[in-house]
């Protein structure tokens, strides 16, 4: 049998490579292939260089360093959040490099407006992030991202850590999310399979964003009950199996929900 195609994984605002945790070894183990993490320049090892302030300009940085994988053929391409944008620009543009997606609480505007994009509950403590030092900064965010308590406290270190090592500038997660801000979705959806996932208790992004995504594009929607936006961090075990089984059964019906028995688990808010 052929070889399977290498995922490529993208983080949205102001993460990098080690915020997927367990993810890569776990998508990896289930579905045979190759996991590829890279940076998004302003973030991770690349923390450094400027931020593209459009979805266009970063897709063209991520995919120099893409360089090497790519002249073996298309790949696969897993993203959360502003990762996901970039992705679909991917797919829209270079078709012939991308032979699946799934996207992981990615919202679009003209789809949906600015305040379920971003819940406009949680405008004030984004606004505070920008000029906290690293350390409060991370905690925040777990705040945001996260509903599993013993979730944030496992990786609050490791996260204050990369950020004090690989620190985000205010002026790059402004240019962030300006790029999130006026991406558009494509005129024509990408033709390759796509897979939308997003937690039903995302206290960030509301979740009809990525049901109002699934209803413009036909593609299946599955959702997790009680994961916050950063469903890598919140349940990365049913985030591997869901894309895993759907690479395996590509024709399920387009939206499946997670059964009402599935328990949340104790230390859920």
């Known amino acids: 049998m052929p070889e399977p195609r290498p995922w490529v994984l993208l983080r949205g605002l102001g993460r990098e490579a080690r915020h997927w945790g367990s993810l890569p070894g776990l998508l990896a183990a289930a579905t045979g292939s190759r996991i590829y993490t890279p940076d998004l320049p302003g973030n991770g090892r690349l923390w450094r260089q400027p931020s593209a302030s459009s979805i266009a300009g970063q897709l063209r940085q991520l995919r120099l360093q893409l360089a090497s994988p790519l002249s073996h053929g298309p790949v696969q391409v897993l993203a959360i959040s502003l990762g996901g944008m970039v992705a679909l620009e991917w797919a829209t543009h270079h078709p012939e490099e991308v032979a699946r997606l ?75 999310l300006a790029a999130a801000a006026r991406y558009r979705p494509p005129t024509a959806w990408p033709h390759c399979p796509a897979l939308l996932l997003n937690s039903q ?40 199996q869901q894309v895993a089984s759907w690479v395996r059964h590509e024709a399920k019906p387009a939206l499946a929900i997670a059964p009402r028995g599935y328990a949340t688990p104790p230390g859920a808010r």
């Open 102 to 176: 799934a996207l992981v609480n990615t919202s679009l505007a003209g789809l949906a407006p600015p305040w379920q994009r971003l819940r406009w509950q949680r405008y004030p403590a984004l606004l505070r992030l920008l000029w906290q030092d690293m350390a409060k900064r991370e905690h925040g965010i777990l705040q945001i991202t996260s509903n599993l308590p013993v979730r944030r406290q496992a990786v609050l270190h490791d996260w204050q850590r990369w950020q004090q090592a690989c620190p985000v500038s205010a002026g790059n997660l402004l240019r962030q």
């Open 201 to 240: 208790q995302d206290q960030l992004v509301h979740p009809r964003c990525s049901q109002r995504l699934a209803q413009a594009s036909g593609w299946p929607l599955r959702q997790h009950p009680y994961a916050g936006h950063d469903l890598a961090l919140d349940d990365p075990l049913w985030l591997a």
